[in-house]
Structures are given as structure tokens and as C-alpha cells.
């Protein structure tokens, strides 16, 4: 079955600076990816996916890149806000069958 | 856009008791729906899979027959946990999709068992 890695655990960043998170899988059929942000105690948000046919994707702030050949995807986050801090979660998904990271806590510095 | 409502929010029960736990799609059908589990400051993990009139599947390591998952309907799915016990605290949260279009997830229920 999918196996997804997620990297790093915790991330720490000023306001104002970018975040990268990384994340990768193990089955080369995977060809969904979204992005989750989680605020304590509720469901998680989508924020961004992609699919296995785009390399990139952009919205505001908010970027994902997918590298099919290395299997793996990155989420990257600019200009970051105090409001940006949560738990983010990664997913790979095929054919219904999703399997999330084990997320990053992203803690913006005001 | 999409809705799955979730019920209850947050649930008490005492060790030994069953706990049902429901999701309804609101404005799409939920051909099939996910059940996670949340521990704190941990991934949500798949339980199961069902889809509407089928028999659910399970991952490994979930007892069925502790975690009964109903999916009668195309707007309605429930989890009932059996016989809970306190290591069954934890955060339960569905996700609907309908043939495969995206996920909605429900607001999540926060069992405590005492």
C-alpha cells in the first residue's frame, strides 16, 4: 500500500518568511495530491492539491511542486502570517484510496 | 460547495457503552465514505473504507466488529463503536466523496471514554 513520509515534524518560521514543506511516496500510481491544514480540534481544510499531470501549482500565497520521477511533493508557503500557523498534512491518493503524512506543525513567529 | 455534517461534536460515554457516530452528505451523494481516527498531535489514520451498500473495508489492525460502519444510503453513513473503552478516546473524523471527485471531510467527533 501508499506510504507518505513527511518532512520536517515541526517548523518554526518569522512572519514574513517562507515555509517549505516536503513529502514523499511510494506508490508511482498515486496521482492525487492535496494539502491539508488542520487548526486544533477540527477537520482538516483543503488548501491545495495537484495531480500527477501538473508539475506546479500556484494560489496567493500558497504553491505546490510535484516531482513524479522522485516521488515526491513539496508545499511552499510565502510571505507567512501568525494565521498560517497549524498542522499541515500531505496526501497521496489512487483510486479512492487516500493516505496522509503525519503532518508539520507550522508555527508562525509574530 | 460540498457539506458533510457530523454528529455529535463531542460525546461521554462510560466503558462499555456504544457510541454512534453520524455523517450526512448535504448537498451531493457520498458514493463512498472514509472513517479516520486521530490520536493527539498524530496523523489522521484510515479505518475504513465503505461504499454505499456495500460491506465496509477495513484496515489492518481495525476490529469490524468493535467499529460498525453503516453506509445505507448515499447521504448517510455511521460509525458505532462498541463496547468503548478509554484507549478508544480519540478524535473520529469522516470524509465523503462522490466517485472519486475530491473529499469533504464532516467537523470531526471528540470521544472520551470514562
Known amino acids: 500500500g501508499e506510504n507518505v513520509e513527511q518532512h520536517p515534524s515541526t517548523l518554526s518560521v518569522q512572519e514574513g518568511d517562507s515555509a517549505v514543506i516536503k513529502c514523499t511516496y511510494s506508490?508511482?500510481?498515486?496521482?492525487?495530491f492535496p494539502w491539508y491544514k488542520q487548526e486544533l480540534g477540527k477537520r482538516p481544510q483543503l488548501i491545495i492539491d495537484?495531480?500527477?499531470?501538473?508539475g506546479e501549482k500556484k494560489d496567493q500565497r500558497i504553491a505546490v511542486t510535484l516531482n513524479k520521477t522522485a516521488k515526491h511533493f513539496s508545499l511552499h508557503i510565502t510571505e507567512t502570517q501568525p494565521e498560517d500557523s497549524a498542522v499541515y498534512f500531505c496526501?497521496?491518493?489512487?483510486?479512492?484510496?487516500?493516505?496522509f503524512g503525519a503532518g508539520t506543525r507550522l508555527t508562525v513567529k509574530p | 460547495g460540498a457539506v458533510v455534517s457530523q454528529h455529535p461534536s463531542r460525546v461521554i460515554c462510560k466503558s462499555g457503552t456504544s457510541v454512534k457516530i453520524e455523517c450526512r452528505s448535504l448537498d451531493f451523494q457520498a458514493t463512498t465514505m472514509f472513517w479516520y481516527r486521530q490520536f493527539p498531535k498524530q496523523s489522521l489514520m484510515l479505518m475504513a473504507t465503505s461504499n454505499e451498500g456495500s460491506k465496509a473495508t477495513y484496515e489492518q489492525g481495525v476490529e469490524k466488529d468493535k467499529f460498525l460502519i453503516n453506509h445505507a444510503s448515499l447521504t448517510l453513513s455511521t460509525l458505532t463503536v462498541t463496547s468503548a473503552h478509554p484507549e478508544d478516546s480519540s478524535f473520529y473524523i469522516c470524509?465523503?466523496?462522490?466517485?472519486?471527485?475530491?473529499?469533504?471531510f464532516g467537523s470531526g467527533t471528540r470521544l472520551t471514554v470514562v
Open positions: 495537484i495531480r500527477s499531470n501538473v
Open positions: 496526501a497521496a491518493d489512487y483510486n479512492n484510496d487516500m493516505r
Open positions: 470524509s465523503a466523496s462522490f466517485r472519486g471527485y475530491g473529499y469533504t
Open positions: 506508490d508511482s500510481a498515486s496521482n492525487y
